[in-house]
């Protein structure tokens, strides 16, 4: 599993508090130090407008 970490984030280190207590085998990816891409990761990155039935707020 590859888990999408900010290390500064409490709930980011209780996830990965959760997963190593579960003994879970994971790869920690940094997302401020190597930000997802389209294309990368079965298509992560910035959402677009009107995405996934999503409207803009007004």
Do not use: F, H
């Not at 879970?24 to 959402?47: F, I, M, S």
Request: one cysteine or more; charged letters at 20%; a neutral charge.
């Amino acid at each position: 599993m590859e888990i999408w970490i900010n290390p500064a984030c409490s709930k980011c280190a209780s996830a990965l508090s959760l997963l190593d207590a579960e003994g879970a085998d994971y790869t920690v990816r940094r997302y401020l130090e190597d930000p997802p891409t389209v294309g990368a990761g079965g298509g992560a990155g910035p959402a677009r407008p009107g995405a996934l039935g999503s409207r803009p707020y007004r």
